[in-house]
C-alpha cells in the first residue's frame, strides 16, 4: 500500500525558503522506473505541476520556477524534500507530493499525499 | 509549455445523467500521455483515467476517456452523487507537464 505525507511549516514569511518533506512508505526511490512529484494548488485555484525527482536522481522543474525550485531525495530514509526560495503571498497554497511509476507501465501521479497548506505572509 | 483548455468551466447535471468534458491542448500530446483527476473538497486529487482511455486501479466503468492528438474527452455515462466534483486533465509527454483549468460538474 502506497502512501505519502508531506510535512513542513504552514506559515512563512515572503523572502524566506520554503522546505517541505514527503515522507513515503509502500516504494522505493531506489526502485528503477519510480519517481515523486510535487504539485501546488492556490486556495480556489486549479493545480500546478512543480517538478518531480526520479531513481535514477534525473529531475524536471516547472520552468517558470526553476531557478528557485529544488527538489532532492533521501533513498535511506523514504524522503523527497522540495525547497523553495524568495517565498511571496501569491504562492500561499496546498502542496501536494505525488508518487509515479514508468516501469511496467507509464502512468502520471497515481498516488497522492493530503497536502499541506502553506501560507506565505508577514 | 502545451496549455490544457478544458470547457465548460461548469457543468450542471442531475444524478443519472451523462456528463461530457472537453480538455483541448495547444500542442499535440505525443503518445496520448493524457490523465483525468477527480478532486472533491478538501480532498487530494485522485487519478481516474490515464493514457487518455485506461482506467485507474478502482475506478468504476462509468467513467471513460477518449481522445488523442490535441482533444480528449473525459464520459462519466451516469452521475452518481459522489460524482460531482471538480475534474483536471493533465498532459504528461516531455520534461513539462501541465494541467488543465479544471471543470467543476455541481448538482442541477
Known amino acids: 500500500q502506497i502512501t505519502l505525507k508531506e510535512s513542513g511549516p504552514t506559515l512563512v514569511k515572503p523572502t524566506q525558503t520554503l522546505t517541505l518533506t514527503c515522507t513515503f512508505s509502500?516504494?522505493?526511490?531506489?526502485?528503477?522506473?519510480?519517481?515523486v512529484g510535487w504539485i501546488r494548488q492556490p486556495p480556489g485555484k486549479a493545480l500546478e505541476w512543480l517538478g518531480i525527482i526520479y531513481w535514477d536522481d534525473d529531475k524536471g522543474y516547472n520552468p517558470s520556477l526553476k531557478s528557485r525550485l529544488t527538489i532532492t531525495k533521501d533513498t535511506s530514509k523514504n524522503q523527497v524534500v522540495l525547497r523553495m526560495t524568495n517565498m511571496d503571498p501569491v504562492h500561499t497554497a496546498t502542496y501536494y507530493c505525488a508518487h509515479r511509476r514508468i516501469l511496467p507501465d507509464v502512468t502520471p501521479f497515481d498516488h497522492w499525499g493530503q497536502g499541506i497548506l502553506v501560507t506565505v505572509s508577514s | 509549455e502545451n496549455v490544457l483548455t478544458q470547457s465548460p468551466g461548469t457543468l450542471s447535471l442531475s444524478p443519472g445523467e451523462r456528463a461530457t468534458l472537453s480538455c483541448r491542448a495547444s500542442q499535440s500530446v505525443s503518445s496520448s500521455y493524457l490523465a483525468w483527476y477527480q478532486q472533491t473538497p478538501g480532498q487530494a486529487p485522485r487519478l481516474l483515467i490515464y493514457?487518455?482511455?485506461s482506467r485507474a486501479t478502482g475506478i468504476p466503468d462509468r467513467f471513460s476517456g477518449s481522445g488523442s492528438g490535441t482533444d480528449f474527452t473525459l464520459t462519466i455515462s451516469r452521475l452518481e452523487p459522489e460524482d460531482f466534483a471538480v475534474y483536471y486533465c493533465?498532459?504528461?509527454?516531455?520534461?513539462?507537464?501541465?494541467f488543465g483549468q479544471g471543470t467543476k460538474v455541481e448538482i442541477k
Open positions: 493514457a487518455a482511455s
Open positions: 493533465q498532459q504528461y509527454s516531455g520534461p513539462v507537464w501541465t
Open positions: 509502500g516504494f522505493s526511490l531506489s526502485t528503477s522506473g519510480v519517481a
